[in-house]
């Protein structure tokens, strides 16, 4: 590729300070984040779904 491209990658120089972590990346590096969304998300999912199984449930007479 020639230099004028704009697709084309720039070598690598050294400068990875300056290189922006992306926040997904931060996000999900995190394992106490990943420990708390896995134990609340299932809870959260499971609790609407019981509270929908129990409104479907027909009034006895």
Not at 29 to 45: A, E, K
Request: aromatic share 8%.
């Amino acid at each position: 590729m020639s230099d004028s491209d704009p697709g084309a990658s720039t070598p690598n120089t050294g400068g990875d300070e300056d290189e922006r972590i992306p926040t997904m990346q931060k996000l999900l590096d995190n394992p106490f984040l990943l420990l708390f969304l896995g134990v609340v998300m299932p809870t959260v999912f499971y609790l609407i779904w019981g509270i929908m199984e129990i409104i479907t449930i027909p009034i006895a007479k």
